[in-house]
């Protein structure tokens, strides 16, 4: 089987991850990139002059973004170190940390004739792709995740969340598609790690990405819970 935990779904499979020393980057990579943590509700930054004819002095605020009320920067003279506005944009302010992150999206796509996008801005068709973000389980501070609440990730209890022992580290790690985010195409954007999943491994993530987002169940993951709650009684 693979060193994996028996109540894992992973030691169901032979093989989870596999060694990937290509430069290619491919569905089900494992990736080094910055992904953002978003607020509830989003922070809107606040961005002025402090002198209406000086550029050199801005002043700055966070605050709630509320739907109801619109952009406060709607109004504001235009800042030289930010980017101009219109009516309806405005900044937000998340965090972003390099995480491990699954590639989910398929790399190979039709392409666009130039033709079609003569007259338009780069980034209108400028090519992204989603990914997933690992998160450590280890505990330090309010970072990390609850022993209990790991193990019933890592039976399958909840489709937004899935556990995993990442390969480069050897630690145990939660796939978070709640959090499923566009990555940049750039080189610069991403660093390919030398593992990817296996085929099988990828079965079983499009059959939990079902399960994510519309609630279809498979095959293989009503068949684990059952096997978990079957050694549990």
């Known amino acids: 089987m693979n060193n994996y935990p028996e109540d894992s779904l992973q030691y169901l499979t032979n093989s989870w991850w596999e060694e ?3 430069k290619d980057l491919l569905r089900g ?44 920067n709607s109004n504001s003279l235009p800042i030289a170190a930010l980017p101009r506005l219109d009516g309806a944009e405005c900044h937000i302010i998340n965090r972003a940390k390099r995480r491990p992150c699954l590639v989910i999206g398929e790399i190979k796509r039709p392409s666009i004739s130039r033709h079609l996008t003569l007259g338009m ?10 990914i997933a973000p690992y998160f450590g ?10 022993n209990n609440f790991v193990e019933k990730t890592k039976h399958a209890c909840y489709p937004q969340f899935m556990w995993d022992r ?36 990828m079965d079983i993530i499009d059959e939990w990405l079902l399960k994510f987002i519309n609630g279809t169940d498979g095959e293989f993951l009503p068949t684990f819970r059952k096997l978990i709650e079957s050694h549990q009684n």
């Open 20 to 22: 990937d020393d290509t």
């Open 29 to 72: 990579s494992l990736v080094l990139a910055h992904i953002q943590f978003f607020y509830n509700p989003p922070l809107e930054l606040i961005a002025g002059r402090v002198y209406p004819n000086d550029h050199s002095n801005i002043s700055m605020k966070a605050q709630p973004l509320s739907l109801n009320r619109g952009t406060a």
């Open 121 to 130: 801005a780069k980034h209108s068709t400028a090519p992204f792709i989603p």
């Open 137 to 146: 389980v280890d505990q330090t501070g309010r970072a990390g995740y609850n």
């Open 166 to 201: 990442l390969p480069h580290t050897g630690k145990e790690s939660i796939l978070r598609f709640d959090h499923i985010q566009p990555l940049g195409m750039h080189y610069m954007s991403y660093k390919k790690l030398k593992y990817k999943l296996s085929n099988d491994a």
